[in-house]
């Protein structure tokens, strides 16, 4: 069993950055694939970025692909998303999610375990 808490979403101006951050419970944290989804009011949630058991081993979504990197401290059991360039279009509630195995996946059904979300808005 592994439990998410994600910190660190807030308000932003156009252009500006921020730094999300997931908490994992569990020693087995390096086993996990990580990935970031997010969710629009109205929308679907859709996949934002994913990393394997190390940095060299990630994947984005095309449209924040340039401006976002992910990554993860085995050592301390987090993954942040780093979140450079932001646009309104960015505006949602972002997830931290964890999947059984090191290989990466873009759906959310392939992710066993969700954190409960942190609201990250952009205005204009």
């Known amino acids: 069993q592994v439990q998410l808490v994600e910190s660190g979403g807030e308000l932003v101006q156009a252009g500006g950055s921020l730094r999300l951050s997931c908490a994992a419970s569990?020693?087995?944290?390096?086993?996990?694939?990580m990935g970031w989804f997010r969710q629009a009011p109205g929308k679907e949630r859709e996949f934002v970025a994913a990393?394997?058991?190390?940095?060299?081993?990630?994947f984005y979504a095309d449209s924040v692909k340039g401006r976002f990197t992910i990554s993860r401290d085995n050592a301390k059991n987090t993954v942040a998303l780093q979140m450079d360039s932001l646009k309104p279009e960015d505006t949602a509630v972002y997830y931290c999610a964890a999947r059984h195995t090191l290989i990466i996946r873009t759906t959310p059904r392939e992710y066993d375990y969700w954190g409960q979300g942190t609201q990250v808005t952009v205005s204009s």
């Open positions: 569990g020693r087995t944290f390096s086993n996990y694939a």
């Open positions: 990393i394997g058991w190390s940095d060299s081993n990630t």
